[in-house]
């Protein structure tokens, strides 16, 4: 391999906006490939690039000596393959979410990371949020006291991405369209995951799972009044997800996760919903904008649960108000970079931690094993639904656990 990191971009639409984070981290990685099915979107990257190679075929693009790693930012029922592929063809892998939608999908994953060496890494840039960041770092070194439960949700009306202009569905509609379940859980659960210390030495482990849903209404509604009631859409039978599903989580320790997830209901979003309760502090993230983080800390925070020795009941105070001494070291040191990039600094830090771990050799933060326990909640939430709501294990994917 070069000094610098030859990266290869698959997937030029979404692959777009992660070119700042390319472009601050140019010391260590280079952009030398683009792979895309669209003439349109190659020669678009070529003008902002003038040197890189472009391809319209994702195999041609494995046999490229010239390219070390490659960004899959592609559609997620094809991000198992296309790893699995480009492992074997030598290429270290950074994958978009979600890892895997199959179990068995999952263990080939696996096999491919384990048996070539090479570096594997799921791209969740939640976990990489300020806030996210910072709780993760309050709670490694146990502010919140031992943890009991936490909520987690995705909300965000995208049903305007579910078609193109003709009516017919983009692989987000036939993901609505086919699979009944909790089918894009990692923006969600991966801060979550990392908070507990899900498969790290100490941590906690998901134990099984149950997934309700809702009736589905709000997709019909949509497709009936923006292509009129003849097309297959304005149907509600025509779509398997509901409106919203719940996924109730237990752990081998005991803690309760309760994961929401809704990308049809009519609301302004919510896309980074948290709340992480323990013996001694709870956290609850903003729910838009113009709102802070809020925090309580027994011994730290105004008043006591129920209330102190002098009558007062606890307050919540701003997240913020703790940032000088809890601020994450990463954010702290790299915030002015990392606020450039896309999902509040998210994009960057994937795009660093990845380059970091080919560079330094070692365990990427979200490794193989990360990537498919979070992913696994797709499938195994649609096993539960179609078994009325029944309890399902989760894979030990570890071979050693």
Same mark, same amino acid.
């Given at each position: 391999?070069?000094?610098?990191?030859? @990266?290869?971009?698959?997937?030029?639409?979404?692959?777009?906006?992660?070119?700042?984070?390319?472009?601050?981290?140019?010391?260590?990685?280079?952009?030398? #490939?683009?792979?895309?099915?669209?003439?349109?979107?190659?020669?678009?990257?070529?003008?902002?690039?003038?040197?890189?190679?472009?391809?319209?075929?994702?195999?041609?693009?494995?046999?490229?000596?010239?390219?070390?790693?490659?960004?899959?930012?592609?559609?997620?029922?094809?991000?198992?393959?296309?790893?699995?592929?480009?492992?074997?063809?030598?290429?270290?892998?950074?994958?978009?979410?979600?890892?895997?939608?199959?179990?068995?999908?999952?263990?080939?994953?696996?096999?491919?990371?384990?048996?070539?060496?090479?570096?594997?890494?799921?791209?969740? /840039?939640?976990?990489?949020?300020?806030?996210?960041?910072?709780?993760?770092?309050?709670?490694?070194?146990?502010?919140?006291?031992?943890?009991?439960?936490?909520?987690? =949700?995705?909300?965000?009306?995208?049903?305007?991405? @579910?078609?193109?202009?003709?009516? *017919?569905?983009?692989?987000?509609?036939?993901?609505?369209?086919?699979?009944?379940?909790?089918?894009?859980?990692?923006?969600?659960?991966?801060?979550?995951?990392?908070?507990?210390?899900? /498969?790290?030495?100490?941590?906690?482990?998901?134990?099984?799972?149950?997934?309700?849903?809702?009736?589905?209404?709000?997709?019909?509604?949509?497709?009936?009044?923006?292509?009129?009631?003849?097309?297959?859409?304005? !149907?509600?039978?025509?779509?398997?997800?509901? !409106? *919203?599903?719940?996924?109730?989580?237990?752990?081998?320790?005991?803690?309760?996760?309760?994961?929401?997830?809704?990308?049809? *209901?009519?609301?302004?979003? /919510?896309?980074?919903?948290?709340?992480?309760?323990?013996?001694?502090?709870?956290? @609850?993230?903003?729910?838009?904008?113009?709102? !802070?983080?809020?925090?309580?800390?027994?011994?730290?925070?105004?008043? =006591?649960?129920?209330?102190?020795?002098?009558?007062?009941?606890?307050?919540?105070?701003?997240?913020?108000?703790?940032?000088?001494?809890?601020?994450?070291?990463?954010?702290? /040191?790299?915030?002015?970079?990392?606020?450039?990039?896309?999902?509040? =600094? =998210?994009?960057?830090?994937?795009?660093?931690?990845?380059? #970091?771990?080919?560079?330094?050799?070692?365990?990427?933060?979200?490794?193989?094993? !990360?990537?498919?326990?979070?992913?696994?909640?797709?499938?195994?939430?649609?096993?539960?639904?179609?078994?009325?709501?029944? *309890?399902?294990?989760?894979?030990?994917?570890?071979?050693?656990?």
């Amino acid at each position: 391999m070069s000094k610098r990191i030859r @990266l290869a971009v698959v997937g030029g639409r979404r692959g777009a906006h992660f070119n700042q984070a390319l472009d601050a981290l140019a010391e260590r990685a280079e952009l030398v #490939a683009v792979c895309d099915v669209r003439e349109e979107m190659l020669a678009n990257w070529q003008e902002i690039y003038p040197g890189v190679r472009t391809f319209n075929d994702y195999n041609r693009l494995l046999e490229d000596p010239n390219v070390d790693a490659v960004f899959l930012a592609t559609p997620l029922f094809i991000h198992a393959e296309q790893a699995v592929e480009a492992l074997r063809a030598g290429k270290h892998v950074l994958s978009e979410v979600i890892a895997s939608h199959t179990i068995e999908d999952s263990w080939k994953l696996i096999e491919a990371v384990e048996e070539t060496g090479l570096t594997y890494m799921m791209a969740e /840039n939640y976990c990489y949020m300020r806030p996210n960041m910072m709780v993760n770092h309050m709670s490694q070194y146990g502010l919140f006291g031992e943890l009991t439960y936490a909520e987690c =949700g995705y909300i965000h009306d995208i049903r305007h991405l @579910l078609h193109y202009e003709d009516g *017919s569905l983009t692989w987000r509609g036939k993901l609505l369209k086919d699979y009944k379940g909790s089918t894009y859980p990692t923006h969600s659960l991966g801060p979550i995951a990392q908070w507990i210390g899900v /498969n790290q030495q100490g941590g906690d482990e998901l134990e099984s799972l149950v997934t309700f849903g809702s009736k589905s209404r709000a997709t019909a509604k949509y497709f009936h009044e923006h292509f009129g009631e003849q097309h297959p859409g304005a !149907d509600n039978e025509h779509w398997q997800t509901p !409106d *919203s599903t719940v996924t109730l989580i237990r752990t081998k320790k005991g803690m309760l996760i309760a994961l929401k997830y809704d990308i049809q *209901s009519a609301r302004p979003h /919510n896309m980074t919903h948290y709340t992480l309760q323990g013996t001694t502090g709870s956290y @609850l993230s903003s729910r838009h904008a113009k709102e !802070d983080p809020l925090i309580w800390l027994e011994g730290r925070s105004p008043g =006591g649960s129920p209330y102190d020795k002098e009558g007062k009941t606890a307050e919540w105070e701003s997240l913020w108000q703790y940032a000088d001494e809890w601020e994450h070291p990463r954010w702290k /040191n790299l915030s002015e970079i990392a606020a450039k990039s896309g999902h509040g =600094g =998210g994009d960057f830090f994937v795009l660093d931690e990845f380059f #970091a771990a080919i560079i330094e050799k070692r365990k990427p933060a979200i490794d193989v094993y !990360d990537a498919v326990t979070w992913s696994s909640v797709f499938p195994l939430s649609i096993q539960s639904m179609a078994a009325g709501g029944q *309890s399902v294990p989760f894979v030990k994917f570890h071979k050693n656990k």
